[in-house]
């Protein structure tokens, strides 16, 4: 209807410039200029019927590529276009959905993990409840057999009792339910608050801690979970430290960073355990019977690693050296 319209505009144009000239080739003229002008708006409005279509196609592809969380180029990535910007916006989301869906797949693996982790070590201390309370039902059993009875129930409930609060720490760090309250602190401070709090099971175990104190300084760190993961490589080393033997704690600076190590006169980590030993629930081939559930040296690698530090082991000649790297501005 637009183009008929058009048309009879150009041939009443032609007949007006007749009549108003008298001269027949102005007329034919004028209406051949509007029979071109009437040609070149078709062709433009087709040109840009097509321009839409193939607008809108591409659009459609670009949908499924974000339907799909699949990069694939629609549009020129390196023209300065709205639908080249668009299309980068449409990858960036893509990218952002990707990441999201990745670390949704490894939080429910971790929850899978835990539980097994969790049902496994609950395995045991519950069963010896059972099993030495059945016993306890029984009138016959003498004073002596109570009295260790007792005992293991004893050891099940501290086990039950420890488990609980590593996990609970370990959810909530994990979770991020927990916020570092990370300031310009002493690092000196922090470390004897956890030799404080090891200090009788050192002395009971007959184990020397001597502190190697190289600098003094603050640092940007959370004072209670930094002591927590410090405790951590203590109570590690105390638990399976021999008679009279002695853990050195040591404080000092390296360039930009803060080193607090402990190092151990226990048996070295061999190389096939060092990947394994930050496991949680990973307790080593020396461990025995002795107590613990694998979570310490877990625990300790989480906080510092949240607080953008690392730690690791390194085998000495005579024992195990944990280290501590902290950036100290």
Not at 234 to 251: M, Q, R
Not at 298 to 310: A, F, N
Request: aromatic share 6%; glycine share 6%; charged share 30%.
């Amino acid at each position: 209807m637009l183009y008929v319209c058009s048309l009879l505009l150009f041939v009443f144009l032609a007949v007006f410039e007749y009549v108003c000239s008298g001269k027949i080739l102005a007329a034919i003229g004028a209406l051949a200029c509007g029979v071109v002008m009437f040609f070149v708006i078709k062709l433009l409005q087709k040109a840009d019927d097509d321009f839409i279509s193939e607008v809108v196609a591409a659009m459609s592809d670009l949908l499924d590529n974000l339907s799909d969380l699949k990069r694939q180029q629609v549009f020129p990535e390196n023209d300065d276009s709205l639908v080249s910007r668009l299309q980068s916006k449409v990858d960036k989301i893509i990218d952002a959905l990707k990441l999201q869906n990745s670390r949704e797949r490894l939080e429910h693996e971790n929850i899978k993990g835990l539980v097994s982790d969790l049902s496994h070590q609950l395995k045991t201390p519950i069963s010896n409840l059972r099993m030495y309370t059945d016993f306890l039902k029984n009138p016959d059993i003498s004073d002596d057999e109570r009295t260790r009875y007792l005992q293991v129930l004893e050891l099940a409930v501290e086990r039950l009792s420890f488990l609980s609060e590593s996990m609970i720490k370990v959810s909530r760090l994990e979770s991020g339910l927990i916020n570092l309250d990370v300031k310009s602190q002493s690092i000196n401070d922090t470390v004897l608050q956890a030799v404080k709090d090891v200090y009788v099971s050192a002395k009971n175990a007959d184990i020397t801690i001597r502190y190697d104190e190289q600098v003094k300084c603050d640092i940007q760190h959370d004072r209670r979970w930094t002591a927590e993961a410090c405790f951590n490589l203590l109570d590690n080393a105390i638990k399976y430290g021999k008679t009279g033997s002695e853990i050195v704690l040591s404080v000092r600076k390296l360039g930009l960073t803060v080193e607090v190590s402990v190092t151990d006169e226990n048996e070295p980590i061999g190389e096939d355990e060092r990947t394994h030993i930050f496991e949680r629930f990973y307790r080593g081939r020396n461990s025995g019977d002795k107590d613990g559930v694998g979570i310490g040296l877990y625990l300790s690698r989480e906080i510092i690693e949240k607080q953008g530090g690392m730690l690791s082991v390194i085998p000495q000649k005579d024992g195990n050296k944990f280290v501590i790297v902290l950036q100290s501005r």
